[in-house]
């Protein structure tokens, strides 16, 4: 999720506090309509530009609810440590309290000082993030080793007063990740099976230790994945009840580890996602809604306590071939682009929210909009460049949906990616969330630029030869006008479409029996200044015929009580046969069939291959025999017909 940028010496915070757990270890109800607005603040985004040299008093503390100070880590000692002493402690900042010492600096003498001012902004320390679990494993492995961490956490919670508490963010109990060798800042996170337990008395014993403290009021949450299979490997039924909140990563659902384009943080599932769903179904369930819908429903969280995120960051690919996807997304593409917001070593995109607007249908870039998700991205054809992000439009969708299924709130990975003239995505957040007065619906300031868009067309083969479906696309934001589809040049469908529809527009053709031949089907979509764009599909039809095949019975003896016969089929084609059928009339009445199978409905008679011998080969001749009851040497056989599947 959270890429660290910078660190100095860390100090560890030594402690001998000991205590014993009170009877309840579960938390107070929350008010269950209360949102929550959560910003997590990275304390290295006062070293450059690219965060806008962003310190805790730029934060709007007047639209937020709660801030995640990013990050500390757990040292080699199994104790809590800051990453960065001189930007949290050292670094003179403007309500930094002096040089003396016990005097605050740095970001804890912000918080301090705006603590007095906004009292009900909670500030909490978040631990981890993905560059620095590494050592969370061996932590949580005993109850010893865990004690020294928490013991560590009650000691800094009584030393820095005007901290609220604590975010746990593990990345991922249950996994064992080798840390990135090209980002030297990233040491792995180990981990094994035993982490599904440890996990949960980790987050147990941390809240004994708040009762056991009269810390009854300091919040626990932690950041969780939205991955289903990595959900698996841990008990969120089991330690929700010691957690305040969760704040569920929805985001990085795709990025530049994976060689096809693809949404950053989708609310929903795109149908023409062309990504697998096996042994990961990320087809349907990287996306927001079935990671909510995973944890209320099959771990039973409430919502209220589940915040869904949203980034204010790209994720980017270079090398994307205009040849496939569509305009740029569901393409091909080679690597990362490159961000201001990368490692140079190990990039993956990251521009911040800020400069992606600046980019916006300038320099070459086009702005494009999913119309499942509403989710926007840019594509720059002369770059060969895809970036994928959040904007105003598709923020609404997710706040909506906070509000309309009545979860807790919304994190922010994170704040220093906003415009710091007026935090215009934090804004939409308290209006709609805290100040319960959501606007209109936002107006895209940069819409996707309106052009004919390249209509798709697909052909899916039925259960018969000669029998398949057709749908001809138009995508969403088109301006055209007017569909046509063509079947070998002869026009056979004509359809009005609405200009630039914010929903793609589909058209479905269904055959049955065609006969044998070559079909290519052409769709146009024409806009009103009569521009043209169009797509080609075909689909070859080779089915037998009653030409092809050759059906003879005979009664080969007749003994008066009874007789036996056979069929032969002779297969006249040059393809094999599979999955044939027979079907008959037949005046008398047959017993068995010894080489397929035989059903009887009133006097018509059904063969069907053995499983084993399913198939004629071509030019070939196979011979059936049967038993049947009495004398059939006069006999009348009629309505043959053999299909193939």
Request: hydrophobic fraction near 30%; include cysteine.
């Given at each position: 999720?959270?890429?660290?940028?910078?660190?100095?010496?860390?100090?560890?915070?030594?402690?001998?506090?000991?205590?014993?757990?009170?009877?309840?270890?579960?938390?107070?109800?929350?008010?269950?309509?209360?949102?929550?607005?959560?910003?997590?603040?990275?304390?290295?985004?006062?070293?450059?530009?690219?965060?806008?040299?962003?310190?805790?008093?730029?934060?709007?503390?007047?639209?937020?609810?709660?801030?995640?100070?990013?990050?500390?880590?757990?040292?080699?000692?199994?104790?809590?440590?800051?990453?960065?002493?001189?930007?949290?402690?050292?670094?003179?900042?403007?309500?930094?309290?002096?040089?003396?010492?016990?005097?605050?600096?740095?970001?804890?003498?912000?918080?301090?000082?705006?603590?007095?001012?906004?009292?009900?902004?909670?500030?909490?320390?978040?631990?981890?993030?993905?560059?620095?679990?590494?050592?969370?494993?061996?932590?949580?492995?005993?109850?010893?080793?865990?004690?020294?961490?928490?013991?560590?956490?009650?000691?800094?919670?009584?030393?820095?007063?005007?901290?609220?508490?604590?975010?746990?963010?593990?990345?991922?109990?249950?996994?064992?990740?080798?840390?990135?060798?090209?980002?030297?800042?990233?040491?792995g996170c180990p981990g094994g099976p035993e982490d599904k337990e440890n996990f949960t008395l980790l987050l147990k014993e941390i809240r004994e230790a708040y009762n056991s403290n009269n810390m009854n009021k300091?919040?626990?949450?932690?950041?969780?994945?939205?991955?289903?299979?990595?959900?698996?490997?841990?008990?969120?039924?089991?330690?929700?009840?010691?957690?305040?909140?969760?704040?569920?990563?929805?985001?990085?659902?795709?990025?530049?580890?994976?060689?096809?384009?693809?949404?950053?943080?989708?609310?929903?599932?795109?149908?023409?996602?062309?990504?697998?769903?096996?042994?990961?179904?990320?087809?349907?369930?990287?996306?927001?809604?079935?990671?909510?819908?995973?944890?209320?429903?099959?771990?039973?969280?409430?919502?209220?306590?589940?915040?869904?995120?949203?980034?204010?960051?790209?994720?980017?690919?270079?090398?994307?071939?205009?040849?496939?996807?569509?305009?740029?997304?569901?393409?091909?593409?080679?690597?990362?682009?490159?961000?201001?917001?990368?490692?140079?070593?190990?990039?993956?995109?990251?521009?911040?929210?800020?400069?992606?607007?600046?980019?916006?249908?300038?320099?070459?870039?086009?702005?494009?909009?999913?119309?499942?998700?509403?989710?926007?991205?840019?594509?720059?054809?002369?770059?060969?460049?895809?970036?994928?992000?959040?904007?105003e439009v598709s923020l609404a969708t997710k706040l909506d949906y906070i509000n309309t299924n009545s979860l807790g709130g919304i994190i922010v990975w994170e704040i220093t990616g906003d415009d710091i003239n007026?935090?215009?995505?934090?804004?939409?957040?308290?209006?709609?969330?805290?100040?319960?007065?959501?606007?209109?619906?936002?107006?895209?300031?940069?819409?996707?630029?309106?052009?004919?868009?390249?209509?798709?067309?697909?052909?899916?083969?039925?259960?018969?030869?000669?029998?398949?479906?057709?749908?001809?696309?138009?995508?969403?934001?088109?301006?055209?006008?007017?569909?046509?589809?063509?079947?070998?040049?002869?026009?056979?469908?004509?359809?009005?479409?609405?200009?630039?529809?914010?929903?793609?527009?589909?058209?479905?053709?269904?055959?049955?029996?065609?006969?044998?031949?070559?079909?290519?089907?052409?769709?146009?979509?024409?806009d009103s200044l009569q521009n043209k764009k169009t797509a080609t599909a075909e689909i070859v039809v080779d089915k037998i015929t009653t030409n092809d095949v050759e059906v003879k019975f005979s009664v080969t003896?007749?003994?008066?009580?009874?007789?036996?016969?056979?069929?032969?089929?002779?297969?006249?084609?040059?393809?094999?046969?599979?999955?044939?059928?027979?079907?008959?009339?037949?005046?008398?009445?047959?017993?068995?069939?010894?080489?397929?199978?035989?059903?009887?409905?009133?006097?018509?008679?059904?063969?069907?291959?053995?499983?084993?011998?399913?198939?004629?080969?071509?030019?070939?001749?196979?011979?059936?025999?049967?038993?049947?009851?009495?004398?059939?040497?006069?006999?009348?056989?009629?309505?043959?017909?053999?299909?193939?599947?």
């Open positions: 999720m959270k890429k660290i940028l910078s660190l100095s010496i860390c100090f560890i915070f030594l402690v001998t506090t000991s205590f014993f757990a009170l009877p309840s270890t579960k938390v107070e109800a929350q008010e269950t309509n209360k949102k929550n607005v959560i910003v997590y603040f990275p304390n290295w985004g006062i070293y450059n530009s690219s965060h806008q040299s962003f310190s805790v008093d730029m934060i709007p503390w007047d639209k937020v609810t709660i801030i995640n100070h990013s990050f500390f880590t757990v040292s080699k000692n199994f104790k809590l440590e800051s990453i960065d002493t001189f930007a949290d402690y050292d670094k003179m900042l403007p309500h930094s309290e002096g040089w003396d010492s016990g005097q605050l600096r740095g970001h804890f003498g912000e918080y301090k000082y705006y603590k007095t001012k906004y009292p009900n902004v909670k500030v909490l320390i978040s631990i981890g993030g993905w560059t620095r679990g590494e050592n969370f494993h061996d932590m949580a492995k005993t109850k010893e080793t865990r004690k020294v961490f928490i013991d560590s956490l009650i000691s800094f919670l009584k030393t820095y007063t005007f901290i609220d508490g604590f975010d746990i963010d593990w990345e991922y109990p249950g996994i064992d990740r080798p840390k990135d060798t090209a980002d030297e800042y990233d040491r300091k919040v626990l949450t932690i950041a969780a994945s939205a991955g289903y299979e990595k959900l698996a490997l841990q008990e969120p039924e089991k330690y929700i009840e010691y957690l305040d909140l969760i704040n569920v990563m929805t985001y990085d659902f795709h990025g530049a580890w994976e060689n096809v384009t693809n949404h950053h943080s989708p609310l929903y599932a795109n149908p023409n996602d062309p990504s697998g769903s096996s042994p990961t179904n990320i087809k349907e369930r990287y996306n927001v809604d079935s990671a909510i819908k995973t944890l209320v429903e099959q771990y039973k969280i409430p919502k209220n306590k589940l915040n869904i995120g949203t980034p204010l960051y790209s994720r980017g690919w270079s090398g994307v071939d205009s040849k496939t996807g569509e305009n740029g997304m569901f393409a091909n593409a080679t690597g990362p682009y490159k961000g201001i917001w990368d490692n140079p070593n190990s990039p993956g995109g990251q521009e911040p929210w800020f400069k992606i607007k600046q980019m916006e249908n300038k320099n070459g870039w086009v702005k494009y909009r999913d119309s499942y998700n509403k989710s926007p991205w840019l594509y720059n054809k002369d770059l060969k460049s895809v970036l994928t992000y959040e904007d007026g935090f215009p995505m934090i804004s939409m957040m308290y209006n709609s969330l805290i100040k319960n007065s959501p606007t209109d619906p936002p107006v895209d300031p940069n819409p996707p630029k309106a052009e004919l868009l390249n209509p798709t067309i697909r052909i899916e083969s039925g259960s018969l030869p000669g029998n398949y479906s057709l749908k001809a696309i138009s995508p969403a934001n088109s301006t055209a006008v007017k569909m046509q589809i063509f079947e070998n040049n002869s026009l056979i469908k004509e359809s009005k479409l609405s200009e630039n529809s914010s929903l793609e527009e589909t058209t479905e053709l269904n055959f049955e029996n065609k006969a044998n031949g070559k079909y290519v089907y052409t769709v146009s979509v024409e003896s007749d003994w008066g009580t009874g007789s036996n016969y056979s069929i032969t089929i002779k297969n006249n084609s040059q393809k094999d046969i599979a999955d044939w059928s027979l079907d008959f009339n037949f005046d008398k009445k047959l017993i068995s069939l010894w080489d397929a199978n035989l059903t009887k409905s009133n006097n018509k008679y059904t063969v069907t291959p053995k499983e084993w011998d399913k198939t004629i080969k071509k030019s070939s001749i196979i011979t059936l025999s049967g038993a049947a009851e009495g004398n059939i040497s006069r006999y009348n056989i009629y309505n043959v017909n053999l299909s193939v599947k």
